[in-house]
């Protein structure tokens, strides 16, 4: 007994040993951009040279930069807007559709997620050349639409699961249709949702490179002009700096998307009141719920 115990306690510790050196593999590059963006050296190397603020500056004024970062925001909210509305759809006829079609069009609609992005960008590219669009943002947008499609539809589709039923079902007893039931019943009770999923859509498509790679035009997008500064040795700071404050934004965004998420859920699976579950005749024979 004693002998699987340390076993297990060793096996932990191995365990722990792992995460911590994966941990440290994957986020340690991220955490030295923003060391090397206050560096006052154009090298991103140690031993570090000083502190300063001088690649900030350098990103005011910049009209090459504010035209790619003023497409990026279009884009993506135009993207993130679109996947957001797919996402609710699709999720919710895959819950109540109960038709065979509307799980297999669920199903198609998580796929990019498991496709690689080369494909996909290649296979849009070629699609908007056959529709007429070519290369322009309105192909950038439909690209990114694609993109955060699973994600929108990966939380919607848990919101709704965790709406309990008998709301839903009650609404209809009522004589609500199902348009009613969703536009006034369903969509209120998923509006934290809704919020996050648009968040989160609007993060992945904002960040998104390669698909924007096979279909901008004329117009970069934020990562496309960050990529072509790269080659310039002595735009590694500015870029350096750049990444700094899209990450600090990304991950406010992204902290207010789970918060909203996880109360939405918390919400939802908070117990009905017994006097709001059933409905009550009155002297007129009609049915009517309390209020509290």
Known sequence: MNTARIDAKQGGGWLGAYVLAYLVFLYLPILLIPLFSFNNSIQAAFPLQGFTLEWYATLFGNSALSGALGNSLVIGATAATGATLCGITVSYMD??????????ISAIARLPILIPGVIVGISLLILVNLIGFGPSRTAIVLGRMLVALPTTVVIMKSRFAAIPKTIREAALDLGASDWTTFRRVMLPLSLPAIVSAFMLAFLTSFDEFIVAFFLAGTEPTLPLYIWSQLRFPKSLPTVMALGTAILAVSFVIA?????LR????????RPVPADLSKPEETERGELQWHST
Do not use: D, F, K, V
């Open 95 to 104: 819950l109540y559709g109960r038709s065979p079609l509307a799980a297999t």
């Open 255 to 259: 902290a207010i998307a789970e918060i």
């Open 262 to 269: 996880h109360r939405g859920l918390a919400t939802a699976q």
